[in-house]
């Protein structure tokens, strides 16, 4: 309970002291006269400029809102376009990326297929060689006409 009472007496305080401060600042604005003038002023000044906004403002309704109607309707179509297109180019970017690993599984094909062909050609090579060592040499025609 001490605690809540010391509390409000502070706040008490402060408020007491705040009080008496503002109290002593407004008397001497406005005690001063030149200060007092420059107060005025500046506050009617500030009024005016306030009325003659809300002046233009209530003049001005019914266009300022078709204005700000037509810049929130082409909002929206400039981002449904932009959405159009991203979308466009997320298709275009996967269907490239596909054309892409179709055409390294084509080359992958190709390159193998490339390889058996030569390994084919070169085991024919080799077996053309062998037969060639295989047969057996006929006899020049020297030796023909000696034997007739």
């Known amino acids: 309970m001490e605690n809540k009472e010391e509390k409000q007496s502070r706040s008490q305080l402060g408020l007491k002291i ?11 604005l406005f005690g001063n006269r030149r200060t ?3 107060i005025i002023n500046g506050t009617k000044q500030t009024a005016a400029a306030i009325n003659e906004a809300s002046k233009f ?19 929206s179509d400039l981002l449904k376009s ?3 297109d991203i979308q466009q180019i997320s298709q275009r970017a996967s269907h ?19 390889k058996e062909l030569k390994e084919k050609e070169s085991e024919e090579q080799v077996k053309q ?9 006929l006899p020049t025609g020297h030796n023909v006409s000696k034997e007739m």
Do not use: M, P, W
């Not at 705040?18 to 109290?23: E, F, I, K, T």
């Not at 060689?129 to 040499?137: G, H, L, T, Y």
């Open 129 to 137: 060689i062998d037969q060639a060592d295989n047969v057996e040499r």
């Open 18 to 28: 705040g009080l008496a401060v503002g109290s002593a600042s407004a008397v001497v």
């Open 57 to 75: 403002l209530s003049e001005n309704r019914e266009e300022i809102i078709s204005q700000v109607k037509t810049a929130s309707n082409e909002l």
């Open 96 to 114: 490239l990326k596909d054309t892409t690993l179709n055409v390294k599984e084509r080359t992958q094909k190709t390159a193998e297929e490339l």
């Open 82 to 84: 932009a959405n159009e």
């Open 36 to 38: 007092r003038e420059k």
